[in-house]
Nanobody, 126 residues
Framework: QVQLVESGGGLVQAGGSLRVSCAASGRTLSRYAMGWFRQAPGEEREFVAIISWSGARTNYADSVKGRFTVSRDNAKNTVFLQMNKLKPEDTAVYYC???????????????????WGQGTQVTVSS
């Protein structure tokens, strides 16, 4: 089993930056593709980004492309989401998730992930 814990959320002004982290325990993350999702109040959970097990491949939602960067440090069993030029519409609970397979050519659906964290709140004020 893999336990995922997000951290680093908080309150930031529009235009600012924030980095959220996802630390894993139980198993090494190096065998998993890692995704980030977010869910705003009253909205469905939406895909944000995904990174392959090696870090060589990434994929982003159009709404965050050019502003967010996903990375990972397998030695530290941690995945990161660097968020720049934040907008109020980025306000949401951010979740990380682990998938034991990703072909790299298309995004995974939420139900294709094996493990989820509990989420961390990101609030962007205008």
């Amino acid at each position: 089993q893999v336990q995922l814990v997000e951290s680093g959320g908080g309150l930031v002004q529009a235009g600012g930056s924030l980095r959220v982290s996802c630390a894993a325990s139980g198993r090494t993350l190096s065998r998993y593709a890692m995704g980030w999702f977010r869910q705003a109040p009253g909205e469905e959970r939406e895909f944000v980004a995904i990174i392959s097990w090696s870090g060589a491949r990434t994929n982003y939602a159009d709404s965050v492309k050019g502003r967010f960067t996903v990375s990972r440090d397998n030695a530290k069993n941690t995945v990161f989401l660097q968020m720049n030029k934040l907008k109020p519409e980025d306000t949401a609970v951010y979740y990380c998730a682990a998938a034991d397979f990703w072909g790299g050519s298309s995004r995974l659906r939420a139900d294709e992930y094996n493990y989820w964290g509990q989420g961390t709140q990101v609030t962007v004020s205008s």
